[in-house]
């Protein structure tokens, strides 16, 4: 595999071609195998890429598999989010999209097997119960006094569960292992278990679901896994994923294994699902997709690009050891992506007024501008200059040291790609707020310094009377504290300033920008067309700015 040779290695990739140069496996599959109980996090997007990628390199095939075991907790919204996601990152599966529940005959058929073997039984103590027997880290589980029940009496049983004959936490599936085992997950842990819940694929075809662990890895087995991929949270539950495999009467070939890496842990933001959907259902987001969110559809609504995400987790790698992934990392790859390929524009989010009175009043200029100044390939814009304009309020001073090289009063500024004006006088309202800044333009310097003349500063601007007013939503990080996760409260830890809208204006030639596509608004960052705008409400969301202030700030 000498394309694999070429690229960045980690101990999974080392492990695969090992196998393959020893002839364990010929040919490599892997699986992408979300619960749909919520929408794919940034956390998701890491093992999308690895698993997508492997395949992709090593020329073998990547299944996405639903592992759909939890029918209360799934719906089919959840299911066509994921669908888009991962089309979105760039990825296609192979094959025809794989679900657990479409395995619910095979996997029951396992379960009997295993009763047959006298290494299930059927259990009566009630799930407190159960946890109690289990024992703890430190003391050994005990027996339960339905675990030497006879093959025969669990078989009538486990057909009673089917039949719906037996009210939920009544009884359940438990597979006979080791009750003094060290690991909690051996201690006879439960295989199926009873829920009157209708299922979005299987409908009400069954009862009785099989849980995770005893799903997993039979699926995995069914689909001819090779290697399966997942957090290091799972690793304990390796030494059960084995257990079922060796058990249960079938000769696999290929025989999957799995294999565990570190989850990704992201400053000023949460990746548990349950935290997630405490933030949606208590109100503290606007939905799934909120852009706050580290959901792959909050982040696509941000105006992330999948090369970006792409890009991220590539140089995030994949290791064995825990850590605290920089936020400002993420940041960096979807600004460095941005700079290269995001259109220029130019717009106001906190206008102030500017008429330059010696401009003719009802003269409209066509401005020429560079569309990206490092790529005259993507052309030119015409931009309209006319009287009037608006500037960003924090551009102009009435005072200002040296330092501040933007308009001050009796100072000149270049307006961005056209004239050198100065600031004559402003008007205020009663409060003492500038209102108007009159200002003098110089003729001469349309694009450029008369010879001999320096004016340092640079300011943007959009016409007054030829622009589109804008709704813009300026995000900053969704928590205070690096870590909210390891909080008492996380929800405590909730950065009130986390969204702050503004409004303003754009240049006429977004008028037609298409929702999610980035742009460079000059000066202020990158931007991109909210899914919520219309026609007649145009809405920005900033992705990031055009540097990382937030260490600076916050540091």
């Not at 029951?108 to 009763?115: E, G, K, P, S, V």
């Not at 597979?175 to 690991?183: E, L, Q, R, T």
């Amino acid at each position: 595999m000498s394309e694999a040779v070429s690229r960045p290695s980690n101990f999974i990739r080392q492990i695969i071609d090992e196998d393959l140069k020893t002839g364990k496996h010929t040919t490599i599959q892997t699986r992408f195998p979300p619960e749909p109980n919520g929408f794919l996090h940034i956390g998701h997007a890491k093992s999308i890429c690895l698993n997508f990628g492997i395949a992709q390199d090593y020329q073998g095939k990547c299944n996405l598999r639903f592992d759909d075991t939890n029918p209360e907790k799934e719906n089919i919204d959840y299911v066509k989010s994921i669908l888009q996601d991962v089309q979105w990152l760039g990825f296609q599966w192979s094959g025809d999209i794989c679900y657990s529940s479409n395995y619910f005959d095979k996997i029951y058929a396992f379960a009997l097997d295993l009763i047959q073997q006298g290494k299930a039984y059927v259990d009566f103590l009630s799930p407190e119960d159960i946890r109690e027997y289990r024992g703890t880290l430190t003391e050994p589980g005990q027996p339960s006094p339905y675990r030497e029940t006879s093959v025969e009496e669990n078989l009538s049983a486990f057909e009673n569960m089917r039949q719906g004959k037996y009210q939920e936490g009544q009884a359940c599936l438990r597979a006979k292992i080791d009750m003094s085992s060290p690991f909690m997950v051996m201690r006879d842990p439960v295989l199926y278990r009873i829920r009157f819940a209708s299922h979005h694929q299987s409908g009400d075809k069954w009862c009785i679901y099989p849980m995770y662990d005893f799903t997993h890895c039979l699926s995995d087995a069914l689909e001819g896994i090779t290697h399966s991929l997942c957090s290091l949270e799972f690793q304990d539950n390796r030494r059960l994923y084995d257990w079922v495999l060796d058990n249960v009467s079938v000769d696999w070939q290929p025989r999957p294994h799995q294999y565990e890496f570190s989850r990704l842990n992201l400053e000023y933001t949460v990746t548990s699902k349950r935290k997630l959907n405490l933030l949606v259902t208590g109100g503290h987001v606007n939905g799934w997709d909120d852009p706050r969110m580290p959901t792959v559809a909050g982040m696509r609504r941000r105006g992330y690009t999948p090369e970006s995400i792409r890009d991220f987790c590539s140089r995030i790698g994949v290791t064995k050891q825990e850590n605290m992934v920089e936020m400002a990392m993420l940041e960096a790859c979807v600004r460095e992506d941005l700079n290269e390929n995001a259109p220029r524009a130019m717009a106001v989010l906190d206008p102030v007024r500017l008429v330059i009175e010696n401009y003719p009043q009802d003269r409209e200029e066509l401005i020429s501008a560079a569309v990206h100044p490092q790529n005259e390939a993507m052309g030119e814009r015409q931009v309209k200059f006319t009287r009037e304009l608006y500037i960003e309020r924090e551009d102009f001073r009435e005072e200002a040291n040296k330092k501040y090289k933007r308009l001050v009063l009796g100072k000149e500024v270049r307006l961005r790609n056209a004239y050198v004006v100065k600031a004559e006088r402003v008007e205020k309202d009663s409060e003492g707020n500038i209102t108007t800044i009159y200002c003098s333009y110089d003729p001469e310097t349309l694009g450029h310094n008369p010879e001999g003349r320096k004016v340092k500063g640079v300011i943007h601007w959009v016409s007054a009377s030829c622009n589109i007013p804008a709704e813009f939503r300026v995000y900053d990080r969704l928590f205070q504290v690096p870590n909210p996760g390891k909080a008492d409260d996380f929800l405590a830890t909730i950065n009130p300033d986390s969204l702050t809208i503004l409004h303003g204006f754009v240049e006429e030639n977004l008028s037609k920008a298409e929702v999610g596509k980035g742009y460079q608004f000059e000066r202020q960052g990158y931007f991109c067309k909210d899914s919520d705008a219309t026609d007649e409400h145009l809405i920005f969301n900033r992705t990031v700015g055009l540097r990382d202030t937030w260490a600076k700030v916050n540091g």
